[in-house]
């Protein structure tokens, strides 16, 4: 069973930053690509960020404003979020491709996490 619990979220003022992180849990024998998604209200999830060993892919509406990292020994992926706008409030999804120990691939998301920005 692999899971991922994302934490970080909440609310803050427009100008402000948010550092989301995902936690992936479980019987894995590799982490592939890993992302961040994101869903506002009545619209449909987009892709915010990837990152595959050293490469990273940005939306254009977060470029130069997010940064996506990850830490492969602790299995955690990160989305440090500076100079937040109100059209950046949605639910987040961390997302991951992972290799689990029976060499089984799969895609896997987490339950989201809520970030509110204040105008």
């Known amino acids: 069973q692999v899971q991922l619990v994302e934490s970080g979220g909440g609310l803050v003022q427009a100008g402000g930053s948010l550092r989301l992180s995902c936690a992936a849990n479980?019987?894995?024998?590799?982490?592939?690509?890993m992302g961040w998604y994101r869903q506002a209200p009545g619209k449909q999830r987009e892709l915010v960020a990837t990152?595959?060993?050293?490469?990273?892919v940005y939306a254009d509406s977060v470029k130069g404003r997010f940064t996506i990292s990850r830490d492969n020994a602790e299995n955690t992926v990160y989305l440090q979020m500076n100079s937040l706008k109100p059209e950046d409030t949605a639910v987040y999804y961390c997302?991951?491709?992972?290799?689990?120990?029976?060499?089984?691939?799969?895609?896997?998301w987490g339950k989201g996490t809520l970030v509110t920005v204040s105008s």
């Open positions: 997302n991951a491709g992972i290799t689990n120990s029976d060499y089984y691939t799969k895609d896997y």
């Open positions: 990152i595959t060993r050293g490469s990273t």
């Open positions: 479980g019987r894995i024998f590799t982490l592939n690509t």
